[in-house]
């Protein structure tokens, strides 16, 4: 069992936005506002997505948008497109002993 | 091309030992901590082990530590993973990862090699 919790699946067709929730506690999400995500192809490397709660890495699209309320964050992707199918995973600071959380993994799914 | 390339995974009987290797090209790999990452067969991500750019400091999960030991050899641009005492929960895809430095905090990865698999099986 991971550490955050996140939708085991959400789909949405072309054009338009879906929201991936990654539930923590006060220990990693709550805690910190170092949120990111991770985007991974099947068989393909993970990649980097969004940083610090909501910033984007040069190269990544502003459809990409990442936010955070209490214990939850959330990645939201507007214009939704083919090449967005994919699993992302949201990932958090978790303190200086524990250090990392991930979250299980979403199935992303353009209809 | 900025890449990280592993390699040395394969089949392992409990108990034994394997060492990865992680073969970094197209930026400065000594500047950068690194880390590993694995992902048991259909589940998560979760995070295992890092090292600074020395090899002064080293990080482990709890479910590897004492276990598993990350070093790196920064004149052959290669980060390294020794598993020894493998047990069956440590089959997983092996991936390295170069710290992002450009946020609040050096816990963001934002450089992944492609994995190998680890599977430790009788």
């Keep these: 069992q991971s550490a955050l919790t996140q939708p085991r699946s959400v789909s949405g067709s072309p054009g338009q936005s879906v929201t ?10 709550g805690g910190y506002n170092f949120v990111s995500w991770y985007q991974q192809h099947p068989g393909r490397a ?26 939850t964050a959330s990645l939201t992707i507007s214009g939704l497109q083919a090449e967005d199918e994919a699993d992302y995973y949201c990932c958090s600071y978790a303190g200086r002993y524990t250090f990392v959380v991930f979250g299980g993994g979403t199935k992303l799914t353009v209809l | 091309e900025v890449q990280l390339v592993e390699s040395g995974g394969g089949l392992v009987h409990p108990g034994g030992s394997l060492r990865l290797s992680c073969a970094a090209s197209g930026f400065t790999f000594s500047s950068y901590w690194m880390h590993w990452v694995r992902q ?17 400091s080293t990080n482990y ?42 946020g609040g905090t050096d816990w963001y990865f934002d450089l992944w090699g492609r994995g190998t698999l680890v599977t430790v099986s009788s």
């Design chain 2, 40 to 56: 048991a067969p259909g589940k998560g991500l979760v995070w295992v082990s890092r090292v600074n750019s020395d090899v002064s």
């Design chain 1, 46 to 71: 993970p990649k980097f997505m969004i940083y610090d709660v909501s910033k984007r890495p040069s190269g990544v699209p502003d459809r990409f948008s990442g936010s955070k309320s209490g214990n």
């Design chain 1, 20 to 29: 991936i929730s990654c539930t923590g506690t006060s220990s990693d999400i």
């Design chain 2, 61 to 102: 999960a709890d479910s590897v530590k004492g276990r598993f030991t990350v070093s790196r050899d920064n004149a052959k641009n290669t980060l390294y993973l020794q598993m020894n005492s493998l047990r069956a929960e440590d089959t997983a895809v092996y991936y390295c990862a170069r710290v992002y430095w450009g």
